[in-house]
């Protein structure tokens, strides 16, 4: 922290609301200071009280507080403020003052044991908030709770620096302390190139990988992934620190270079590639079972478009059947009407053989094959085994109890296509619980045997609405996870209901919450039947058991609105991110985006703002780069990959953190 940013932490409050917080005296405090007798004296010992209580420290020798400080506190004690001029606070005297009121109020020096203590305390949440302003403000916090006097800001300084290394190498120990020689071996690995590209490494590899959608795509996803798994890096490690902390980890493992990671100490270069290992798997998870989806999106589509095409031109096929239809329907429908025969009329309107040539060809037509996209789907499946089988043996899916018979399949299919091409056969008994009504027709035949083509296409489009509907989800993955892993853990949970302190707004047992509901819909229902049978009820009348709602209408005069377009008519035209800068200097807004391994703000604040601008309307750096004049896309990609996080975006305003 600079020294006018210490100054004015260690300044004793002179705002009126500081001033009523920090230096209101309590009964006992007065009895005490009144006992002194001489007013000068109440008044110098009263400020030496307050100043320890905040900002923390003793005043130094000759040291005159502010004057609103001074004012409020002597009327507190019924004296005069022009007292403090005869305080003697010669060194000797203010010591002994300062040693009686250590004494009589608890006070205690900041000391060695005091620094070993704070730093032991601050260390766990090191873990989790590296800004050092932040955690110097969480230091003076507890230290002024504690009532241990405030050291010299390099002091403080020292401990905010000692429980950041504590808490770093806590991290890496619980990261990396305890891999085999075999896995660290296997991680310095990732430094080697490429397989076949000798300027780029496996870790740059690895997170290079492909977006666009296609099978060929999919497959080098789950290559990645399977490098990845085979480093041998057990899940449980990101378990063992925060995870606030591991994220902070994995972030900025995955954004240093690959030349940055090689030259540091082992522990942090350990831990840095553990997280970085872990967050390459979840992401490589994600995006293959994503790019699942898509690539089962695209065969359905295509199915879909191929089906109406069929269905249109089958239908252009068939007009003659239909015009013979129709004349056959009214020649029917005229012979009925007149008690005729009616094989006779068919005969003489249409002929009875082109009639039932147009019915035969018509009843093809009508046929649920070529109407229904699922028969065109099963036609596909083909194009649905270049990718599914890779995707059955990469991952383990599990699901909720009603996707019991769905996973049962998932199982059966994934061991049929590790049997190998030449002998996979799937058995004869194959689970159709999970088959909806719609697919049925299409996969089960009128002898009640499924086919083993549509029951496998099933199959894979019902394993991808189980996965967006949460039903189904994968170990490891972050987007297809488990609903439970997103609620307070179950220890938590149950340490917060000892306590009673449940974070939640509504009453711990329902039946309370209900029977609160049910009593607020009753109290309201009877106050709108008394106002109605009045004829108090505001814009609303009931008639004849019906409810009528006067609308709202516009009500701005014209006068109004034309004032309102002259207003803005002189608003001067300026850049927009010349308006975000000057709304930062009020807001302190880009305070939040600090970088995520000093935590220091943004140098430049042009360049940020205009990343932020490229974030928010979707335009992208490229594009943002090419639209400005000033911030290269280098600057703005700097910007974005070091200050521009989505916990940034999330963070709560606060304006002592910063610093506004």
């Known amino acids: 922290m600079t020294d006018e940013a210490w100054g004015a932490v260690m300044a004793p409050p002179s705002e009126e609301r500081d001033l009523v917080r920090h230096c209101t005296l309590g009964s006992d405090d007065l009895d005490r200071l009144r006992a002194l007798r001489v007013a000068h004296n109440q008044l110098g010992h009263a400020l030496l009280l307050c100043a320890m209580r905040h900002p923390g420290r003793a005043l130094a020798p000759g040291e005159r507080p502010p004057a609103a400080m001074v004012a409020w506190v002597a009327r507190q004690l019924g004296v005069e403020?022009?007292?403090?001029?005869?305080?003697?606070?010669?060194?000797?005297?203010?010591?002994?003052?300062?040693?009686?009121?250590?004494?009589?109020?608890?006070?205690?020096?900041?000391?060695?044991?005091?620094?070993?203590?704070?730093?032991?305390?601050?260390?766990?949440?090191?873990?989790?908030?590296?800004r050092p302003q932040r955690l110097i403000e969480i230091l003076l916090a507890e230290l002024r709770r504690r009532q241990i006097l405030l050291p010299q800001p390099r002091v403080l300084e020292l401990v905010v620096h000692r429980a950041r290394s504590a808490a770093a190498r806590v991290t890496w120990r619980a990261?990396?302390?305890?891999?085999?020689?075999?896995?660290?071996?296997?991680?310095d690995t990732l430094f080697d190139a490429a397989p076949g590209?000798?300027?780029?490494?496996r870790l740059a590899w690895l997170r290079q990988f492909p977006a666009a959608p296609g099978a060929r795509s999919l497959h080098a996803l789950i290559e990645r992934l399977d490098v990845v798994r085979a480093l041998g890096v057990e899940r449980r490690r990101q378990t063992t620190i925060p995870a606030v902390a591991f994220d902070k980890v994995a972030s900025d493992a995955m954004a240093l270079t690959v030349q940055n990671l090689r030259v540091l100490a082992p522990p942090p270069r350990r831990a840095l590639l553990v997280a970085a290992a872990l967050r390459l798997e979840t992401d490589l998870t994600d995006a293959a079972l994503f790019m699942f989806d898509r690539l089962m999106g695209r065969v359905a589509r295509k199915a879909e478009r191929a089906s109406a095409d069929g269905a249109a031109a089958a239908m252009r096929g068939v007009q003659d059947h239909l015009k013979t239809l129709a004349r056959a329907g009214r020649a029917v429908i005229a012979a009925h009407e007149s008690d005729g025969d009616v094989h006779d009329a068919i005969d003489h309107a249409v002929g009875w053989a082109r009639f039932l040539r147009a019915v035969t060809e018509t009843e093809g037509v009508a046929a649920s094959e070529h109407v229904d996209m699922r028969a065109e789907l099963v036609r596909r499946w083909p194009?649905?085994?270049?990718?599914?089988?890779?995707?059955?043996?990469?991952?383990?899916?599990?699901?909720?109890?009603?996707?019991?018979?769905?996973?049962?399949?998932?199982?059966?299919l994934r061991d049929a296509n590790a049997s190998g091409a030449a002998r996979r056969r799937l058995p004869g008994d194959l689970p159709i619980g999970f088959i909806r009504k719609g697919w049925r027709p299409f996969v089960i035949d009128p002898d009640g045997a499924p086919d083993a083509k549509a029951w496998e296409v099933c199959v894979l489009f019902e394993l991808?609405?189980?996965?967006?509907?949460?039903?189904?989800?994968?170990?490891?993955?972050?987007?297809?996870?488990?609903?439970?892993?997103?609620?307070?853990?179950?220890?938590?949970?149950?340490?917060?209901?000892?306590?009673?302190?449940?974070?939640?707004?509504?009453?711990?047992?329902?039946?309370?919450?209900?029977?609160?509901?049910?009593?607020?819909l009753a109290e309201a229902m009877t106050d709108v039947a008394a106002r109605s049978a009045i004829g108090t009820l505001e814009d609303v009348t009931i008639e004849g058991g019906?409810?009528?709602?006067?609308?709202?209408?516009?009500?701005?005069?014209?006068?109004?609105?034309?004032?309102?377009?002259?207003?803005?008519?002189?608003?001067?035209?300026?850049?927009?991110?010349?308006?975000?800068?000057?709304?930062?200097?009020?807001?302190?807004?880009?305070?939040?985006?600090?970088?995520?391994?000093?935590?220091?703000?943004?140098?430049?604040?042009?360049?940020?703002?205009?990343?932020?601008?490229?974030?928010?309307v979707n335009l992208g750096l490229t594009r943002m780069a090419e639209a400005v004049r000033g911030p290269t896309l280098r600057e703005l990609a700097w910007a974005h990959d070091w200050h521009i996080r989505e916990e940034c975006y999330a963070c709560e305003y606060d304006q002592a953190a910063c610093g506004t």
Request: no cysteine; aromatic share 8%; proline share 5%.
């Open 546 to 616: 019906a409810l009528k709602i006067t609308p709202l209408k516009a009500d701005t005069p014209d006068e109004a609105q034309a004032l309102g377009a002259a207003a803005y008519d002189l608003l001067p035209r300026i850049k927009i991110t010349d308006l975000l800068l000057e709304v930062d200097d009020w807001t302190g807004f880009t305070a939040a985006f600090t970088h995520q391994r000093s935590g220091l703000p943004a140098e430049d604040r042009t360049v940020l703002l205009t990343a932020i601008l490229a974030d928010g």
């Open 81 to 130: 403020a022009t007292a403090l001029d005869r305080w003697s606070n010669r060194a000797q005297t203010r010591r002994e003052q300062i040693g009686d009121i250590m004494k009589a109020q608890g006070f205690t020096a900041f000391g060695r044991e005091e620094a070993v203590a704070m730093t032991r305390w601050l260390t766990p949440t090191a873990q989790i908030e590296r």
């Open 464 to 520: 991808r609405d189980r996965l967006r509907a949460g039903d189904v989800w994968v170990a490891g993955s972050r987007r297809f996870r488990s609903f439970e892993e997103t609620l307070i853990p179950r220890a938590s949970f149950t340490a917060l209901r000892a306590e009673g302190a449940l974070p939640v707004g509504v009453p711990e047992d329902p039946t309370v919450w209900i029977e609160g509901r049910r009593a607020a």
């Open 175 to 187: 990261l990396a302390g305890d891999l085999t020689p075999a896995q660290i071996e296997a991680l």
């Open 197 to 201: 590209q000798e300027d780029l490494s």
């Open 383 to 412: 194009a649905l085994r270049q990718f599914a089988p890779t995707v059955l043996r990469t991952f383990s899916f599990e699901g909720a109890r009603s996707a019991t018979g769905l996973l049962k399949a998932l199982a059966l």
